[in-house]
């Protein structure tokens, strides 16, 4: 028998999971560390070369048809009410094999990362790692909504135990809980939104709902309604505006976690579910419109927050909310191929950044770039590494970030977003600088006098190596491909400009001395006033918190001490002195006892007189 | 003699006895007294056994006779031992089950 690519999908995802299932199960497995992650790194490997092979192989069917293999999950008296099963297309086999890659690299990078871990904890991270990629996979080959709830529900588990890996440190355990809470805001709307159409429909299924949406023959009845409680699912996944707040609290997670979770693969889950379900979308325009402003304007808030972050890593938590933003926005402009294509560049490009700053942190022994100088003289493949993931993602030819923003770009034109497509080319002006501003600091001037300087481990600096040659390759081939992106010729020119302005900026301020910083801030007060404290959205979730919760808390607590409990009180007092009471007639006197037996016989002969 | 003559009798020895139970503070007393409305029983069932002319009263009166001895003496035999552990058999002194 010939293995085709669903039976290649089954291996991919059977991988991880065995891996998973074998350092959770076996305790002294787990306990060694080292073993576990040798393990983990092997299945992911094979993952790896299974999900080349499956997307070598090609997709199964040709198109036009149903590109799904089921089995019966809930069977019930009128056919299966759900079903699993693995979903082969284009898009999905792209993304198992940029979730593999990703997951693999960042598995070999945390071997080095975490090498001062005790045994058990990084057995446990390792287990970690194998049932997200499993997860991930999962969620990626899922043929309908139900089957990808599940797993979405598993990765944002993974994403919480991962985030508060160190759960020792409040701050990592409050930042976990923090990221669980808000995406389980948007996956409410999700799961409602999928029952929601399941009992319009009848089917979690995609393959009869694109059907019978490309035919024109889905009648749902608030159907508007339906396919905005899905998008909420995804606006907490994918850190949209008004729920990004988690993202940049989950970086006290280890950084190859926020590689592989927080940029490459979890949170794009929203913007890559939003792609697959593209067909039902196109049917709501207003959602769609929704879509796009709300992406927008999550990528141009996050960039400015980006520009005044001191932290490294939140700068990068930023600016993948405000990529985020991006993709969304060309979701909803009805571009989800412009969207996929920037999901799998970025995913490329923001691993790296991240690896790199994780390199980064090691050799400062800080996460504040202000405190940071001059690490390109002493580690110039990190600094070039880290180079072509900024110029990627400022968007500078030929790196594949200027095609993918390019592709993003043109989408929202053609789709006559005019007011997001400003705000898009605005971002990408922030963009440039925020993360030059990062290369200036970090990687230029003064080197801070430093006692030690550790040199990177060797699998750390060869993950980096890899990306970044990954980068170059990626858009070296879609530089040589002809591109034919639809949009207007001027569109490359002024995202170019847009980005080397952004550049200069960052130069003259940070590089050349030319502005003074704090002048800067001083033209943009306001947006730098709010940008600092994070526009109060955080604020605002406490105050509601507190407000409504505690509130509520304090009215239960109350009313538990004083309703409830004192009803069990008086219940209980009473029975006390009624028992008290009635104790008095037990005089321990037998004599008495039978004056009380012969004034009941009395009674009774009397009774039995009257009666 | 007719009937009722022997049941007032009885009923006197019966009331008599009560009396004896209640009032009695010695726990010897106590247990005369419960002697004594047992008796009580045992002449109205002679009696009437006498005036029906049916011998199950009398049967009946054999075994009451031989309980109250057996009663008699397993109620002595707990007054020695309260007697022993309490030195005293004033059954106003014996209310250890009080409430």
């Known amino acids: 028998m010939r293995i085709g690519s669903p039976e290649l999908a089954l291996l991919v995802l059977a991988l991880p999971f065995a891996s998973f299932l074998a350092i959770g199960l076996i305790r002294p497995l787990r306990r060694r560390g080292r073993p576990a992650a040798a393990v983990s790194i092997l299945a992911m490997a094979g993952a790896f070369l299974t999900a080349g092979a499956m997307s070598w192989q090609g997709i199964p069917v040709a198109r036009g048809l149903n590109p799904a293999v089921l089995w019966t999950w809930l069977p019930a008296d009128g056919g299966p009410m759900a079903s699993v099963g693995v ?9 198992c094999v940029l979730v593999t890659l990703v997951s693999l690299l960042v598995q070999v990078y945390s071997w080095s990362y975490l090498a001062d871990e005790p045994p058990p ?24 909504f139900l089957q990808m709830f599940v797993f979405w529900e598993l990765v944002g588990l993974c994403s919480y135990l991962l985030i508060g890996y160190w759960y020792d440190r409040p701050s990592a355990a409050q930042a976990a809980v923090k990221a669980f809470w808000i995406t389980k805001l948007g996956d409410l709307g999700f799961v409602a939104g999928i029952v929601m159409l399941w009992s319009g429909t009848g089917t979690f299924d995609f393959w009869p709902l694109f059907q ?12 508007t309604t339906i396919m905005f409680l899905i998008y909420l699912g995804a606006v907490g996944k994918s850190a949209q505006f008004p729920l990004h707040v988690w993202l940049p609290d989950a970086m006290e997670g280890p950084t190859p976690v926020s590689a592989l979770i927080h940029a490459a693969t ?16 196109a049917l709501v325009p207003s959602v769609l419109t929704l879509i796009a402003w709300v992406g927008a304007f999550t990528a141009l808030l996050a960039a400015t927050m980006a520009c005044v972050e001191r932290d490294i890593k939140r700068v990068l938590a930023y600016s993948t909310v405000s990529q985020l933003g991006y993709m969304m926005a060309a979701n909803g402009a009805g571009a989800p191929e412009a969207a996929f294509q920037h999901l799998t560049t970025h995913g490329v490009f923001k691993a ?128 040589v491909a002809s591109h034919h992106v639809e949009g207007p010729a001027w569109l490359p020119w002024i ?64 009313v538990d001490r004083y309703v409830v409990d004192g009803v069990l009180n008086a219940l209980s007092a009473g029975a006390l002195r009624a028992g008290d009471a009635l104790r008095r007639i037990q005089t321990g006197q037998p004599q008495d006892y039978v004056y009380g037996v012969a004034l009941g016989v009395l009674l009774l002969l009397v009774w039995a007189q009257l009666g | 003699m007719p009937l009722h003559a022997y049941l007032v009798l009885a009923a006197l020895v019966f009331v008599i006895g009560l009396f004896g139970v209640l009032t009695r503070r010695n726990a010897v007393g106590i247990l005369l007294g419960i002697e004594l409305m047992l008796n009580a029983v045992n002449i109205n069932l002679v009696a009437f056994s006498r005036f029906r002319a049916d011998l199950a009263g009398l049967i009946f009166t054999l075994f009451t006779i031989a309980i109250t001895v057996a009663e008699v003496a397993v109620g002595l035999a707990i007054v020695i031992v309260i007697f022993r552990v309490r030195r005293t058999i004033e059954a106003d002194h014996l209310d250890l089950l009080r409430g």
């Open chain 1, 87 to 95: 979903w082969v297309d284009g898009m999905a086999m792209q993304m």
């Open chain 1, 495 to 558: 995202s170019l400009t847009w980005a080397f302005a952004g550049i200069a900026l960052a130069w003259a301020t940070y590089q050349a001395g030319r502005l003074d910083p704090a002048r800067l801030a001083a033209a943009f007060a306001p947006i730098d006033f709010l940008a600092r404290r994070r526009y109060f959205l955080d604020d605002i979730y406490g105050g509601t918190y507190r407000l409504l919760l505690l509130g509520l808390s304090r009215v239960v607590g109350w």
């Open chain 1, 212 to 223: 019978a949406a490309e035919g024109g023959a889905l009648h749902v009845d608030g159907l």
């Open chain 1, 352 to 479: 790296l950044l991240f690896l790199g700053a994780g390199i980064v942190i090691h050799h400062f022994h800080t996460n504040d770039v202000f405190r940071m100088g001059g690490l390109f003289g002493q580690r110039p493949w990190v600094g070039g590494s880290f180079l072509v993931a900024t110029l990627a993602l400022a968007g500078v030819w030929p790196l594949p970030g200027f095609f993918s923003k390019e592709a993003v770009l043109a989408g929202v034109l053609h789709a006559h977003l005019s007011v997001p497509f400003l705000m898009l080319l605005a971002t990408s002006f922030l963009t440039a600088f925020y993360m030059f501003r990062v290369v200036f600091l970090a990687f230029f001037g003064h080197a801070p006098v430093h006692h030690e300087h550790p040199e990177p481990p060797v699998a750390m600096d060869a993950v980096c190596r890899a990306l970044a040659v990954l980068t170059l390759a990626l858009g070296l081939r879609a530089a």
């Open chain 1, 266 to 281: 979890m949170v794009t889950a929203g913007v890559y579910m939003v792609a697959r379900a593209y067909p039902l979308f």
């Open chain 1, 121 to 144: 904890s990084l057995g446990r991270y390792y287990a970690y790692q194998s049932l997200f990629a499993f997860s991930m996979l999962g969620l990626v080959l899922s043929p309908g």
